[in-house]
């Protein structure tokens, strides 16, 4: 099948290289023209396991094609999708003018049928608006040419995103149109062979079920954050509770670690959105409002623990973070804990010595600018001299550390663990002080 993506970040080329490995030809579509360049010229913009590869066997193969060209890319595809970033605006809401303009362009130039895919995550009622916008330009070319609109959210995680992509839990499409399920159906078969996999409904359920996927993932998190507050004020262990609750299997293990918060760029601005969109309504979530003020706390967490330790003066002290991406696997920086951790630690007069396995680049894009950073060529290297070693990401090579080395090259022994990765069991007959989120054993 022909398809093209109309936004080639996380999503878009993700989707645009899977479907061309199953067979189909795609065109991937950007305004950024750095990033096209980029991956016409072999290389991939994101850090993102297994996809270097897949981009390379498609492209030389002649399936999947990068280009700025929106006359060529709309021309190209039977199928659209729209994969353009939906950033939160002041207020919260979903800015959807990227998704509009992309829609605009296609009403502008489609000369024949289309199923356009919204793939981007998107408020309820913007399938209407997308058909609206591509209605109003073909009104304005004074043309009449059928095209349907389709809502499919996209499920990925960042650092999964590839297996996520081919072996999905499910497909969500959100159509009332017959054509459009059927190609929907076919473009999806290989992924679906084991099981149909595909969950039809209509275009606002599909819209909605993107942000209350995320908002549930979003408010287990928050919820074992708040427990494992009291948990460190009444001599549990949030790590056992965890296993304990777990183990439950209408609770699940998934989504239950406490930690230095979550970030990236989906669940802090889904949750928002979809606050924004119940206000618009005239509903109040509240159990939303608490998901997302518990989340702002707990990404101070660690610098609390840090405070508590040290004071709020922190002039002259350095501190060494491990982790830098706003979880393992990616180089995403989007909405990290680490971006609170460092600011506050810079703010109260410290410096920070860094190390992230991939994000060393992405940071110092993002916290350029910003005086009292180092970036350490190792995670070792970042240990040398500093009064504590903060671990903000749980990144698989700091999981099971030199410890004898840790203890020897930090000033004082004190590991504070944002992720509940260490024992304090171990660490306490190492010889190393260890603070973890909502853990009793705090030394
Ligand atoms: N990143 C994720 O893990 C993830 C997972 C599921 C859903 N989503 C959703 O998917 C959407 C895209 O997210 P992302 O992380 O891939 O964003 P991204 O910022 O990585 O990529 C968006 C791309 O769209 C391009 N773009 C903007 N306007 C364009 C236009 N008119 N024509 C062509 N290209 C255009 C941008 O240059 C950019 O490269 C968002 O709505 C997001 O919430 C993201």
Not at 345 to 358: E, N, S
Not at 410 to 430: E, H, M, S, V, W
Request: proline content about 3%.
């Amino acid at each position: 099948m022909k398809v093209t993506t109309i936004g080639t970040g996380y999503v878009g080329l993700v989707t645009g290289a899977c479907l061309a490995e199953m067979g189909n030809h795609v065109v991937c579509l950007d305004v950024n023209e750095e990033k096209i360049a980029v991956l016409r010229a072999g290389g991939i913009p994101i850090h993102e396991p297994g996809l270097q590869e897949i981009v390379r066997r498609n492209a030389e193969a002649g399936r999947l094609e990068f280009t700025t060209d929106a006359a060529h890319a709309v021309a190209h595809g039977t199928m659209l999708f729209i994969a353009v970033g939906t950033p939160p605006d002041e207020d919260g809401s979903a800015d959807l003018q990227y998704v509009l303009a992309a829609a605009r362009s296609v009403g502008r130039l489609m000369t024949d049928y289309k199923v356009v895919v919204d793939k981007s995550t998107v408020p309820v009622g913007t399938a209407d608006k997308v058909r609206a916008a591509i209605a109003e330009e073909l009104a304005a070319r004074g043309v009449n040419i059928d095209y349907a609109v389709v809502s499919n959210p996209e499920f990925l995680k960042e650092g999964a995103a590839v297996e996520d992509f081919m072996r999905p839990d499910r497909i969500i499409v959100g159509t009332d149109d017959e054509r459009a399920t059927l190609l929907m159906r076919a473009l999806y078969s290989p992924f679906t062979r084991n099981h149909d996999r595909l969950v039809i409904m209509d275009t606002r359920s599909a819209e909605f079920t993107k942000y209350a996927a995320n908002a549930m993932l979003a408010t287990r998190i928050s919820f074992m954050n708040e427990l494992a507050l009291l948990a460190e004020k009444i001599g549990a262990d949030i790590e056992l509770v965890r296993k304990g609750i777990g183990s439950d299997p209408r609770i699940g293990y998934h989504f239950l670690y406490a930690g230095a918060g979550y970030g990236g760029s989906c669940f802090p601005k889904d949750v928002k959105a979809l606050i924004r969109s119940a206000h618009d309504q005239g509903v109040s979530l509240r159990v939303l409002d608490a998901v997302e003020a518990a989340n702002e706390r707990q990404k101070r967490v660690l610098v609390d623990k840090v405070v508590a330790r040290f004071g709020e003066n922190l002039r002259g002290r350095r501190f060494a973070l491990w982790g830098l991406a706003f979880k393992p696997n990616t180089d995403d920086m989007r909405e990290a804990p680490s971006r609170v951790v460092i600011a506050e630690l810079l703010a109260r007069g410290a410096t920070v010595t860094v190390y992230d396995p991939v994000a060393m680049d992405e940071a110092r894009r993002v916290l350029a600018g910003m005086d009292g950073i180092t970036y350490a060529a190792s995670a070792n290297a970042a240990l040398e001299g500093a009064d504590a070693l903060l671990v903000i990401t749980e990144w698989k090579e700091f999981r099971n550390p030199d410890f004898d080395l840790i203890r020897s090259a930090l000033k004082q022994a004190l590991i504070i663990d944002g992720r509940n990765i260490y024992d304090p069991t171990l660490l306490a007959a190492l010889g190393i002080a260890y603070d973890g989120v909502g853990r009793a054993h705090a030394s």
